[in-house]
């Protein structure tokens, strides 16, 4: 553990300061949206004025979530806070510009995370790069320091924690984490509910995004290395929403004999946006991608990258066919 602080050191801060303002990286997964959410609502229930902010706002597959109406997207004017907490978030620019310039100045910033590239952006810092989910931390937090921890709460951690697990599948789940989900299940989480909420309620259009990103399918690096790529223009044709990508690089990971999945896809302003997920510790994507500026961890990480599709993919599976050199043929 990377900390320079504790969670009582925290949690003090969250009994003595009264204004707050939760945030999380954009393109928000569970483990982003289910920490915001829970640290929203256990502020309420201490009584304190609290806002939540996400550049990109909530996404529909977790509205299911009790008062998820608590997460916005940035206002037109800025505020002021006395303390901003970032949440499930390595780098100060993956909160997003907008949500940036909406803060005033004076702000005291807590960072609670798990991402081994984490470039300690603020003022009280708790980093567990151990952690399978930032969604873990944050139970340790009310838990430990008995701060509230309600029913809707615990749908969120469950969503947090379930979903950065790969639904307790990941290699990174402890003991820990199924303890962990059992407090949640006796505070009232409903598994089957949730769990179907979670991952039996695609929309259509998502079936279709991976029948076409099937087609675009290839293998390289002696076929350990599978990656799929998505275009501005077929994202527009079937009429996909950011949010619709999430998971399918999991797909191609499953594929026997793959050991490294890649997915490339087209963004405005020439960036490609690129997620990278490995089987085996000993080819760390979050070192490859910090080549392209990016990070996250060693299994699962992801970069921004200027350049076109094609130039882009080619040069990322270029480094990953160097890193594959650490595995025997």
Known sequence: MNSNSTLDA?????????????LSHFRPDGDAIGCALAMGLCLKEMGKEVKVWNEDGLPQRFAFLQQSALINTPPQAAE?????????????????????EKIAPGALWINIDHHVSNDRLGDLLYIDSAAPAAGQILFEL????????????ADALYAAISTDTGSFQYPNTT??????????VRLGVNIGAINQALYENS?????????ALLNVLRFSSGERVASFALSAQTAFDLGTIPDDTEGLIDTIRSIEGVVVA???????GGLIRLSLRSKDARVDVCAICGEFGGGGHTLASGARVAGTLSEVQERVLAAIDRHMSALPA
């Open 10 to 22: 925290i949690a003090s801060v969250l009994r003595n300061k009264q204004r707050f303002l939760v």
């Open 80 to 100: 002021a806070f006395e303390v901003v907490i970032v949440l499930d978030t390595a780098v100060r620019n993956r909160v997003g510009a907008r949500c940036l």
């Open 142 to 153: 009310f838990q430990q320091c008995g701060l509230p921890l309600t029913a809707p709460m």
């Open 175 to 184: 003991a820990r984490t199924y303890e962990i989900a059992a407090e949640l």
């Open 203 to 211: 929309p259509r259009r998502r079936l279709e995004l991976l029948r």
């Open 262 to 268: 890649a997915f490339f896809e087209e963004l405005e």
